[in-house]
């Protein structure tokens, strides 16, 4: 029954969001190439200021370079690219893979920021912002209400090894 009743949930959603897809693409594609446009807008404002720096966008579960970047990245490791619109590339990878591409990037000395909801950070600190995050995130789930003493004092340890990561 547990998995039926979780089936059914699943396969309820997925039916709608099938259904607002089919009936609204016109609205979807339109909303996806606003968004695409004004990533445009903003790499060339950041190209013009400092055209020897790579601008990765994260975008939903992807990052993704334009334009000039793109040829650049797809050329040296051999990412796929497509089309943005008739005359502009694009190129990424998914967000699960940044450890990997980063290495790559520091590795083959590349340099590179990185635009994330609307602020540009340095390589170094979108790492550190990413680890901050994540120890926010692992306090914020917390059930202070449901931890033993002992669960507490090994929950403080961990937190200071990874602060202590971060310095």
């Known amino acids: 029954f547990y998995l039926s009743y979780h089936f059914l949930k699943f396969s ?10 089919y009936n609204n693409s016109e609205q979807f ?6 968004y695409m446009s004004k990533l445009y807008d903003i790499y060339k404002k950041l190209k013009n200021e400092n ?7 994260k975008s939903g579960v992807f990052y993704i370079c334009l334009d000039d970047d793109a040829k650049v990245l797809s050329k040296i490791y051999n990412l796929k690219l497509t089309n943005l619109n008739v005359d502009i590339v694009k190129c990424g990878f998914p967000c ?8 790559l990037f520091v590795n083959d000395d590349i340099n590179f920021k990185i635009v994330e ?14 680890s901050i995050l994540s120890l926010l995130d692992k306090i914020s789930k917390v059930n202070i209400d449901n931890l033993s003493v002992s669960e507490a004092y090994q929950f403080i340890e961990e937190l ?3 602060t202590l990561k971060l310095k």
Request: aromatic share 20%; with cysteine; proline share 0%.
């Open 96 to 103: 699960s893979s940044f450890d990997k591409y980063y290495k």
């Open 51 to 57: 055209s020897e720096t790579l601008y990765l966008f």
């Open 12 to 21: 309820t959603i997925l039916y709608c969001r099938l259904f607002l897809l």
């Open 160 to 162: 200071q090894e990874l």
């Open 117 to 130: 909801n609307n602020a540009i950070f340095d390589s170094s600190d979108y790492l550190l912002n990413k």
């Open 29 to 34: 594609l339109y909303e996806e190439s606003v």
